[in-house]
């Protein structure tokens, strides 16, 4: 027998994310899915894709199911897209299901039931999910849903961008500090994207593996108000909100657009004063650098999904909570990473009302990308594992 000598080396989860399969443009087709998944939403994008959809099955009926989360905020606003919505998805439906939104138990349990219904023979369950309309937990928690029967699913995921985003920059340019100044105040302020807090919730689908004995870690992916983020560190605890530069590893929102750019500079100057604040201005406690912070993607779901294996990889002494509050694609990357990683718990608020007048405007570029989910989990999981190479 021939001895072989080779290296031991640990797997980068940048190996494992590399051959995901990467967003494309939106490309219709007449494959009817199984099941449709989509959001209640008040935003103008928000029927677009239902509607391309629909147009794309050329009234080609169906034995899709569709489910159609409901959010308990802004229920005026959001039914005037409702109609609108419903006509488009009952076009290429068998049945509409509807569903609490802001209730990932029942959310959960309800995918569960429908791919259960929907499985035949061997076959994967073709699921479609609209996430242009859908809340950052309305997202995770319908990919945690999947995941759990992740060997019987394909997913597809739809996705519109709004045309312009508010704030716009001709505000920034002219006063882009008292932006920053109004971001991270508390009060009923409705000229923000959003205001108030509604109430603090664990996410139960994502409890996490805490112990006593272990420090708290928080990974915290914000949005341009910062109330809820701020609620959120105080309930994890005192002294993750008391020492955010220490205790908070933050992920900022890159967008993909060179025009949208200073978007990013906002965010970061946002947290900045948020950890300004919290530390008194003790330089050695108020630095944000490569050590607690990174930019991602708001668009590329993979920048993030490493970014926050990265970090669990990292703490492994530590009890970690996410608290997600970014774009819709990088809440897609993070229910990944969460089916990867469950040792991270996900904290997260829900907004007394958002500002419709204040929000998005428009339809923008088009979105998709599909995934085999059984084959994506086990790939993510492989990060952080030894492999051996031969000589």
């Given amino acids: 027998m021939v001895a072989r000598f080779g290296d031991i080396q ?11 399969p990467s967003i494309r443009e939106y490309q219709p087709n007449s494959v009817v899915p199984d099941i449709f998944i989509c959001a209640l939403g008040f935003e103008k994008r928000a029927p677009t894709m239902v ?11 169906g034995e899709t199911i569709s489910l159609l989360g409901e959010y308990t905020t802004n229920l005026t606003d959001n039914a005037r897209n409702e109609e609108t919505i419903l006509d488009y998805v009952s076009s290429f439906s068998k049945e509409v299901k509807r569903v609490n939104a802001d209730d990932p138990r029942a959310l959960a349990n309800t995918i569960m039931e429908l791919v259960d219904k929907k499985r035949s023979g061997k076959g994967k369950v073709k699921v479609s ?6 809340s950052e937990n309305f997202i995770i928690s319908v990919v945690g849903g999947l995941i759990a029967a992740r060997e019987k699913v394909q997913l597809r995921v739809l996705y519109v961008e709004a045309e312009s985003y508010h704030p716009t920059k001709e505000k920034f340019d002219i ?7 109004e971001g991270v105040e508390f009060g009923d302020q409705r000229v923000h994207l959003e205001y108030g807090v509604q109430e603090v919730e664990w996410n139960e689908l994502f409890p996490g593996f805490h112990q006593e004995s272990h420090p708290d870690y928080v990974i915290a992916i914000p949005t341009f ?6 609620r959120c560190l105080n309930e994890i605890g005192e002294q993750i909100a008391a020492v955010p530069a220490r205790n908070v590893f933050w ?15 906002y965010l970061r100057g946002l947290i900045e004063e948020i950890v300004q604040r919290a530390s008194g201005g003790v330089k050695e406690e108020c630095q944000l650098d490569g050590r607690n912070s990174a930019y991602c993607s708001t668009l590329d779901y993979k920048d993030v999904l490493q970014q926050v294996v990265r970090q669990a990889d990292q703490r492994l002494d530590a009890n970690i909570t996410l608290v997600n509050m970014g774009s819709k694609m990088q809440a897609l990357g993070v229910g990944l990473a969460l089916a990867a990683r469950e040792e991270i718990a996900v904290i997260t608020a829900r907004p007394v009302q958002y500002n419709v007048s204040s929000y998005s405007m428009g339809v923008g570029p088009k979105w998709e990308v599909t995934f085999e989910l059984g084959e994506v989990v086990t790939q993510i999981r492989n990060a952080s594992t030894l492999k051996y190479l031969y000589g």
Avoid: H
Wanted: proline share 4%.
């Fill in 251 to 265: 992920i900022l929102g890159q967008p993909p657009s060179a025009a949208n750019l200073w978007r990013a500079d």
């Fill in 10 to 20: 640990t797997v980068d989860v940048r190996e494992c994310v590399a051959d995901l």
């Fill in 129 to 134: 999910f609209d996430i242009s309309a859908a």
């Fill in 175 to 181: 006063d882009g500090e008292s932006l920053i100044k």
């Fill in 51 to 61: 509607m391309e959809e629909a147009k794309a099955r050329k009234d080609k009926y």
């Fill in 225 to 230: 108000r910062m109330t809820r983020m701020i």
